[in-house]
T-cell receptor, first 113, second 113 residues
Framework: AQSVTQLGSHVSVSEGALVLLRCNYSSSVPPYLFWYVQYPNQGLQLLLKYTTGATLVKGINGFEAEFKKSETSFHLTKPSAHMSDAAEYFCAVGTSGTYKYIFGTGTRLKVLA | EAQVTQNPRYLITVTGKKLTVTCSQNMNHEYMSWYRQDPGLGLRQIYYSMNVEVTDKGDVPEGYKVSRKEKRNFPLILESPSPNQTSLYFC????????????FGPGTRLTVT
C-alpha cells in the first residue's frame, strides 16, 4: 500500500526566503511522485512530477523537488519566496501501471511581507 | 480553451435526495477521476475511469456511483446523499499514456443537511 506524509500543515516564510515543504512517501514499488498547488477557490495545478530518470526535477514558478529513494522523500523547494506563492501544496504518489493516486493532507504556505 | 468543467459549482441539498455532479473535459482525455477534499484529509480518490465504459473504485467509493458512457463526460452520482458526504469535490482528466498529469476542474462544494 502507498501513503504520503506531509510534515507541517502550515508553513510561514518571509518574502525572499527559502521555501521548503516536506513530503515523505511509502511505496513497495517504484513510485511516481507529484506536487500540486491549489490557490484559493481553485482546482489543483500540477507543479512538477517525478516518474523516472533525473532525480532533481524542476517545475513551474521556480519550484523544484528531489527524489531521494534512500530517504523516501520528495521535498519541494524554491530559493526565494514570492507573495504569489501563498497557496496550499499537495504531494501525491502513484505507480506505473495503476491509475490510483494517494494525496497528502496538504501544506498551507503563508508568505510574510 | 482546454478545460475541465464541473456543474454545479455549489450545491446545498437534503439527506436522501439523489443528485448528480457533472464533469466534462474537452481535451479528448482517456483518463478521468473524482476526488473529494476534506480539511485535514487532503484529497481522496473516489472513482476513476481509464476509458469509456471502464471504471474502478478509488479509496472512498462508498455512497457514490459513476458512469462513463462518453469519453468527455464522467458524472458523479449520489443516490442517497448523507451529511458525511458534505465536501469539496474535484474532477480530473488526463491522457491515457500520461495519466499522471492530471488536469483538475474548479471544484463543486456540496453541503448535505
Amino acid at each position: 500500500a502507498q501513503s504520503v506524509t506531509q510534515l507541517g500543515s502550515h508553513v510561514s516564510v518571509s518574502e525572499g526566503a527559502l521555501v521548503l515543504l516536506r513530503c515523505n512517501y511509502s511505496s513497495s514499488v517504484p513510485p511516481y511522485l507529484f506536487w500540486y498547488v491549489q490557490y484559493p477557490n481553485q482546482g489543483l495545478q500540477l507543479l512538477l512530477k517525478y516518474t523516472t530518470g533525473a532525480t532533481l526535477v524542476k517545475g513551474i514558478n521556480g519550484f523544484e523537488a528531489e527524489f531521494k529513494k534512500s530517504e523516501t522523500s520528495f521535498h519541494l523547494t524554491k530559493p526565494s519566496a514570492h507573495m504569489s506563492d501563498a497557496a496550499e501544496y499537495f504531494c501525491a504518489v502513484g505507480t506505473s501501471g495503476t491509475y490510483k493516486y494517494i494525496f497528502g493532507t496538504g501544506t498551507r504556505l503563508k508568505v510574510l511581507a | 480553451e482546454a478545460q475541465v468543467t464541473q456543474n454545479p459549482r455549489y450545491l446545498i441539498t437534503v439527506t436522501g435526495k439523489k443528485l448528480t455532479v457533472t464533469c466534462s473535459q474537452n481535451m479528448n482525455h482517456e483518463y478521468m477521476s473524482w476526488y473529494r477534499q476534506d480539511p485535514g484529509l487532503g484529497l481522496r480518490q473516489i472513482y476513476y475511469s481509464m476509458n469509456v465504459e471502464v471504471t474502478d473504485k478509488g479509496d472512498v467509493p462508498e455512497g457514490y456511483k459513476v458512469s462513463r458512457k462518453e469519453k468527455r463526460n464522467f458524472p458523479l452520482i449520489l443516490e442517497s446523499p448523507s451529511p458525511n458526504q458534505t465536501s469539496l469535490y474535484f474532477c480530473a482528466s488526463s491522457w491515457g499514456d500520461r495519466h499522471y498529469e492530471q488536469y483538475f476542474g474548479p471544484g463543486t462544494r456540496l453541503t448535505v443537511t
